[in-house]
């Protein structure tokens, strides 16, 4: 079992930035992949950005490559997503989410956090 806490959303301008935090918790992370998925109302949800617990590779969608930034900091067991150059189409619940082995972009993850709104006006 994994538990995660996400933290870090909200209202941002055009243009603006905001850092997205995941706590996780519940059993070693060595074996753990980790992502971040939005979904905006009338659509699907979609992958973000992944990373392995254990790994140096990180993966991202198309549209946020050199925008977002996906990290995570070992002592406090968190991953973040940092979030640049924001546009209104990144509006969205943001999820993080995690699983035990498998590919990092694909869609089936066990564990999921409760979410977090982002709202980027124009």
């Known amino acids: 079992q994994v538990q995660l806490v996400e933290s870090g959303g909200g209202l941002v301008q055009a243009g603006g930035s905001l850092r997205l935090s995941c706590a996780a918790s519940g059993r070693t992370l060595s074996s753990v992949i980790m992502g971040w998925f939005r979904q905006a109302p009338g659509k699907e949800r979609e992958f973000v950005a992944g990373?392995?617990?254990?790994?140096?590779?990180?993966y991202y969608t198309d549209s946020v490559k050199g925008r977002f930034i996906i990290s995570r900091d070992d002592a406090k067991n968190t991953v973040y997503l940092q979030m640049n150059s924001l546009k209104p189409e990144d509006t969205a619940v943001y999820h993080c989410a995690a699983k035990i082995g498998g590919l990092v972009v694909s869609m089936d993850y066990a564990y999921w956090g409760q979410g977090t709104q982002v709202t980027v006006s124009s």
């Open positions: 990373l392995r617990w254990s790994g140096s590779s990180l």
